[in-house]
Nanobody, 119 residues
Framework: QVQPVESGGGLVQAGGSLRLSCAAS?????????VGWFRRAPGKEREFVTS????????FYADSVKGRFTISRDNAKNTVYLQMNSLKPEDTAVYYCANAPPGQGYKYWGQGTQVTVSS
């Protein structure tokens, strides 16, 4: 079990940037596992934002964030980052980091970090 721990949320004006971090609480992310970011906006369902395969670095993005958000990993720090640029008010949500074994759904979830984008 690898419990993710998120950090880096906050309040930013539209057009601004934030970087979120997802650390694997004292252990390493496993090879071939996926680490993903999801978000839940007020009154909406949780939605997929982006993910990365820890070993290969393959990335996937929701259409709504392509070109604005970038997911990356730092093997030495055992951390996944979500760089969010050109933020919009509709990006306001609680952002969650989660990880998944190969071929399985996301099993381990962090507590979430609030991102608020003001207009």
């Amino acid at each position: 079990q690898v419990q993710p721990v998120e950090s880096g949320g906050g309040l930013v004006q539209a057009g601004g940037s934030l970087r979120l971090s997802c650390a694997a609480s004292g252990r390493t992310f496993y090879n071939n596992w996926r680490v993903g970011w999801f978000r839940r906006a007020p009154g909406k369902e949780r939605e997929f934002v982006t993910s990365i395969v820890w070993s290969s670095g393959d990335t996937f993005y929701a259409d709504s964030v392509k070109g604005r958000f970038t997911i990356s990993r730092d093997n030495a720090k055992n951390t996944v980052y979500l760089q969010m640029n050109s933020l919009k008010p509709e990006d306001t949500a609680v952002y969650y980091c989660a990880n998944a074994p190969p071929g399985q759904g996301y099993k381990y979830w962090g507590q979430g970090t609030q991102v608020t984008v003001s207009s």
